[in-house]
């Protein structure tokens, strides 16, 4: 019927076994018999045997891809937290747009809600400059220290949701982390 929607891949709980393993030896140590320990009489040659594929029922990994493959899976099970500051502390809030944005900057940073900003400005010559701004992914990708302190503007740019400016007869329809563009034939954009 429906498609599970947390379900892992295949790769991810293949690796997941790495965990239990503290060292590419203790890995080695888990594809040895005790057949092999008895004939051989060293761990060392058992180690290598296991290592060269010879004790695997599939591919044996290398120390380096170990390694990295466990870092992986770590990251994938365990994932490390990133904090995070809120530069809306420092923020004037003597703007209402400020404080609205200051009001809903913790909660787009943490992925409760995602807002989008629609911008619209003119320049000294006139000319319209308007935008769409995913308020979530420009947290991220920009430092919004200034802007919160009153040095300087929020401007829409051509890589944000949508850009549009009149003199240069720009559009632009862009994806971002949590919006995508669906176009269609019959219904438009």
Do not use: C
Not at 24 to 47: F, G, P, Q, V
Not at 169 to 182: A, C, D, E, I, P
Request: hydrophobic share 35%.
């Amino acid at each position: 019927m429906g498609e599970k929607k947390n379900e892992t891949p295949a790769s991810v709980e293949a690796d997941r076994r790495l965990l239990f393993y503290d060292t590419y030896e203790d890995y080695l140590d888990s594809l040895i018999e005790i057949a092999d320990l008895r004939n051989l009489r060293s761990i060392t040659t058992a180690r290598t045997i296991a290592e060269l594929g010879y004790r695997a029922k599939g591919d044996t990994l290398s120390q380096k891809e170990f390694y990295k493959r466990r870092a992986a899976i770590g990251e994938v099970v365990f994932p490390t937290v990133k904090p995070y500051v809120l530069v809306s502390e420092v923020a004037d809030l003597s703007d209402p747009f400020n404080r609205e944005l200051a009001i809903r900057e913790r909660a787009n940073r943490v992925g409760i809600i995602h807002t989008i900003i629609f911008l619209r400005h003119f320049t000294r010559g006139g000319f319209e400059i308007s935008g769409y701004i995913d308020y979530a992914h420009r947290l991220l990708s920009e430092n919004w220290g200034p802007f919160f302190k009153g040095n300087k503007r929020l401007w829409p740019r051509d890589n944000d949701l949508g850009y549009y400016h009149w003199r240069h007869g720009t559009v632009r329809s862009n994806m971002s982390r949590n919006y995508k563009h669906l176009v269609s034939a019959r219904h438009g954009p």
